[in-house]
């Protein structure tokens, strides 16, 4: 279950970065894409986490 989590949290993800990027092409507010990207790499990484306790919890 937690890996069918993580995958529906990377995908829309991926989705928002590719658009953050070609935003960063159009706007002259490099702060905001800069913010917007570090918290897509803090959600990746909240995705990351929820993969190892899934690891984690099938060596219980």
Known sequence: MESGIAHEIRNPLTTIQRFVQLLQK?????LYVNTMMSE?????LFSVI???????SFRL
């Open 26 to 30: 159009e706007v002259d507010k490099p």
């Open 50 to 56: 929820v993969i190892k306790l899934n690891n984690y």
């Open 40 to 44: 897509i790499l803090i959600c990746r």
